[in-house]
């Protein structure tokens, strides 16, 4: 965007001029950046065929992560909040995180405690975030807490790509196999029936089965392609509200094989969420109330929520847990009865989320090494199904001749 700007310089000399910025706010810390004190700031009418088009950027884990072990190094470095912000939103690249960050800065520079200015944009900086930083500005320690929160952060992140990564492979066979089979039913398959048509060949019951589904999708297709778009986007729809994220949730942990792993991760980021919050210096209530926002599953959400009401009535949080052996295994909650008779309850919940976290790494890594060859097998069955099919016609004509 561009503003017309009026102001002085350190002599009291007039200035006016044209700057662009993204926003209102980081037009102004441009020109005070440039030792001008702004009296004025318009935005300039640009004609609609000469202004840019920005589509809103996705802000990523990474780059999050990125700002964060940034900020942590200049806080450590006894730059100051604001100025770090500032020499960090030069270096950002996303106009989206950029124009948040700026904002961030104009509301710490007129007085606002950075935990709030943060929290003002909760659609990118988690509750957990916010409280880790809010922790930090209380007990005097904020560069700390940031190093900290920014080393979490980086864990979290590899620990996402390697799940990320496990179901990559897969996904990739499935979706090169979908496009041979399509090719077949769609090119190769009409050629057949027109040969099995000039030679008057008898065509087994494989054969018809194939040519009807090659049939229906050449006259079809595009309703397929409908009813799948369709398909996704009422799925998707549906697990955002309430009821269907419930549903969905549940039925996730129910799954042969892959629900003991989802109960896995969800244990790892119950507790990891939990020592984190209890080590920065928060109470077991106040961990527990942000654990809840941030531990991912509807299910878990439940029995955070129920943890809180029982632990605000002088209940251990393993009285809970045992209510849930389905949810929370025997392990586990001798690890949080370890921790609440020896007083080391953040230590017990991070030894957890380490070994689940290893656990499920371990888990992944065999979940990837089984899945491969039965997916093989299977999609070159179903391949192989299909070729044979087109090939048995084929023989019987080479017979009869």
Known sequence: MQFNYR????????????IEASSKGAAILKLQDMELYVTSLQEENVPFYKSK??????????????FSRQLAIMLQSKITVVESLKIISK????????????????????????SRAFRKHSDVFS????????SGEASGKLAESLDYLATQLEKNYEFRKKMIGAVTYPAFIIVVFSAVLTFLFLF???????MLEDFDAEIPFLTRVV?????????????????????VSAFLRFIKTRDGKELFDTYILKIPILGFLFKKIYLSYFAESMAILMESGLSIVKALDITEKVVGNAIYQDIVREIKKEVKGGKDISFVLERYPDYFPGLFIQMVVAGERSGEMSFSLKNAAKFYKEDVERSLESYVKLTEPILIILLGGL????????LLPIYNIGLAM
């Open 7 to 18: 102001g002085r310089d350190k002599e009291g000399n007039l200035k006016t001029g044209t």
């Open 53 to 66: 088009i920005n589509l809103p950027q996705k802000i990523s884990q990474i780059e999050i992560v990125v």
């Open 91 to 114: 270096q950002i690249t996303n106009e989206s995180f950029r124009e948040k960050i700026e904002e961030i800065t104009d509301n710490v520079e007129g007085g606002v405690p950075l």
């Open 127 to 134: 509750p957990f975030y916010v409280s880790m930083m809010e």
């Open 188 to 194: 190769v398959v009409p050629e057949l029936v027109e």
């Open 211 to 231: 040519i009807s589904v090659s049939s229906f999708l050449q006259s079809w297709w595009w309703m397929v392609v409908l009813g799948l778009f369709f398909l």
């Open 383 to 390: 391949v192989g199904s299909l070729v044979l099919s087109i």
